[in-house]
């Protein structure tokens, strides 16, 4: 579990929004049945997205998904943290139990951000619109920015 937590900036000061995310990671096909083609590593993920309450009334919603993986919360955590490099089989879990065993945590890069998204009218799911991460003036006013999105490993739910 990793907590994910966004920052913005407005000109009222700080606001921030987080969700715990959690990522189940099996190895798959570990039988003498499974031939070795087919083993490697499944993940689910389970969470919300994130929302940040902004000024008159405004949210800024961070999905858990990204442009290029629909899944992409399973990477946000291995992508925001460095540790030492894990080569071999199963080297994702053995990173993932590092990273949990140090509590580690870290920003994602600019490249790895989840789609960010707002709502005209939150009644209205017609109503969303993509937000540009280095443009939330646009949606949201003058004076509106991402600072980070950061991700801390949890226990907690």
Same mark, same amino acid.
């Given at each position: 579990?990793?907590?994910?937590?966004?920052?913005?900036?407005?000109?009222?000061?700080?606001?921030?929004?987080?969700?715990?995310?959690?990522?189940?990671?099996?190895?798959?096909?570990?039988?003498?049945?499974?031939?070795?083609?087919?083993?490697?590593?499944?993940?689910?993920?389970?969470?919300?997205?994130?929302?940040?309450?902004?000024?008159?009334?405004?949210? =800024?919603?961070?999905?858990?998904?990204?442009?290029?993986?629909?899944?992409?919360?399973?990477?946000?955590?291995?992508?925001?943290?460095?540790?030492?490099?894990?080569?071999?089989?199963?080297?994702?879990?053995?990173?993932?139990?590092?990273?949990?065993?140090?509590? =580690?945590?870290?920003?994602?890069?600019?490249?790895?951000?989840?789609? =960010?998204?707002?709502?005209?009218?939150?009644?209205?799911?017609?109503?969303?619109?993509?937000?540009?991460?280095?443009?939330?003036?646009?949606?949201?006013?003058?004076?509106?920015?991402?600072?980070?999105?950061?991700?801390?490993?949890?226990?907690?739910?």
């Amino acid at each position: 579990r990793y907590r994910m937590t966004v920052e913005v900036m407005t000109p009222q000061g700080l606001r921030s929004g987080s969700s715990v995310i959690e990522v189940d990671l099996s190895e798959t096909g570990d039988s003498s049945w499974t031939p070795p083609e087919a083993r490697g590593v499944s993940a689910k993920v389970h969470g919300q997205a994130v929302a940040v309450e902004l000024p008159h009334g405004k949210i =800024l919603f961070a999905l858990l998904q990204t442009p290029n993986d629909v899944d992409g919360a399973k990477w946000f955590a291995h992508n925001a943290i460095r540790t030492p490099p894990f080569t071999g089989e199963y080297s994702g879990i053995r990173r993932t139990q590092y990273m949990k065993e140090h509590e =580690l945590s870290g920003s994602l890069p600019r490249d790895n951000l989840p789609f =960010l998204v707002t709502f005209d009218n939150l009644n209205d799911p017609t109503t969303l619109k993509l937000v540009d991460p280095d443009d939330l003036t646009g949606a949201f006013g003058q004076g509106v920015s991402l600072k980070r999105i950061t991700m801390q490993m949890t226990e907690l739910r």
